[in-house]
């Protein structure tokens, strides 16, 4: 039987040293479907720049410049 790899949105971060986990474990998360609220795409606005982030049909986020 073949083994199933997990979902596109799963992130599994190295565990390099006991340093590095706790760092990993204290980042917020955010869902992206908070983020996008039912669109494809949303702006995001950081500093004087604006950023498109995109949902894709292959269920890829793209963030553009």
């Given at each position: 039987?073949?083994?199933l790899s997990p979902p596109p949105f799963v992130v599994h971060a190295p565990q390099r040293s006991s340093i590095a986990?706790?760092?990993v474990a204290?980042?917020?998360e955010v869902?992206?479907?908070r983020?996008?609220?039912g669109q494809r795409e949303v702006l995001i606005r950081?500093?004087?720049e604006c950023y498109r982030l995109r949902h894709t049909r292959n269920d890829k986020?793209?963030?553009t410049k």
């Open positions: 039987m073949p083994m986990a706790s760092t204290s980042t917020p869902d992206s479907d983020l996008l609220q950081h500093g004087n986020l793209i963030l």
